[in-house]
């Protein structure tokens, strides 16, 4: 096999793990928990800068994957949260207020214009 063809396949397998973690994790936990965006944007950042500050050789190993997959759901629960908030207010349909029915509205109107026609004529003879 080609080594850009493993190269693509493991990209690949390691993508479809991630989301699918990602999801049964968002699923069963990461929907329970609220926290604000910007901490789980700064864990995200602290553990990917981590290997660097202790100098960790995490390269060729098991632990460059588990830390790329932790890295990877943190910015992908940070991103979740930017787009949703914490209450998931953008899934919610926006509410809009209807004025109360007001069913004798045109009767009263009726009567109401009937009875200033009828005053008014009355001033007009009165001054006369």
Do not use: C
């Amino acid at each position: 096999m080609p080594p850009w063809l493993s190269l693509v396949l493991e990209i690949l397998l390691f993508s479809v793990i991630i989301i699918v973690v990602y999801n049964a994790l968002k699923i069963f936990v990461l929907e329970k928990i609220n926290i604000n965006k910007w901490i789980v944007l700064a864990i995200a950042i602290i553990i990917f800068v981590l290997p660097s500050v202790f100098r960790l050789n995490i390269k060729d190993s098991i632990w460059m994957f588990v830390h790329s997959s932790i890295v990877i759901i943190f910015i992908l629960w940070f991103m979740d949260l930017v787009r949703f908030g914490k209450n998931g207010s953008s899934k919610k349909e926006k509410i809009v207020i209807k004025p109360k029915a007001k069913p004798n509205r045109v009767k009263n109107i009726k009567q109401n214009n009937t009875k200033k026609d009828s005053t008014k004529k009355n001033k007009k003879k009165n001054k006369k």
